[in-house]
Nanobody
Framework: QVQLVESGGGLVQPGRSLRLSCADSRSILRRYNVGWYRQALGRGRELVAAITTGSTTTYADFVKGRFTISRDNAKSTVYLQMNSLKPEDTAVYYC??????????????WGQGTQVTVSS
């Protein structure tokens, strides 16, 4: 079973950037589609971006043009580059293995996530 650890969150000002990392200690992440999801306070978890095993990418409308998902199979890591951050991007961000497109349904096992706070 793949075990993922998220990192890279923090407190940033609006308009700045962050890069999140999702690492798999067992080096099997290349076998899976992977999604980044987020959950803001008081809201449900939502898909932010996803990448297939073939590196096809999908983005939620609210991050298109600002966020980029990528993967480095040699490092068994998936990244989320977040540019032009907005206060409404504040949330806990999670990565998870995902089912087939277009839904990229996540598995039932979640890590602790990484907090992203965008505030001046």
């Amino acid at each position: 079973q793949v075990q993922l650890v998220e990192s890279g969150g923090g407190l940033v000002q609006p308009g700045r950037s962050l890069r999140l990392s999702c690492a798999d200690s067992r080096s099997i992440l290349r076998r899976y589609n992977v999604g980044w999801y987020r959950q803001a306070l008081g809201r449900g978890r939502e898909l932010v971006a996803a990448i297939t095993t073939g590196s096809t990418t999908t983005y939620a409308d609210f991050v298109k043009g600002r966020f980029t998902i990528s993967r480095d199979n040699a490092k068994s890591t998936v990244y989320l580059q977040m540019n032009s951050l907005k206060p409404e991007d504040t949330a806990v961000y999670y990565c998870n293995v995902a089912g087939a497109e277009p839904l990229f349904r996540p598995s039932d096992s979640w890590g602790q996530g990484t907090q992203v706070t965008v505030s001046s």
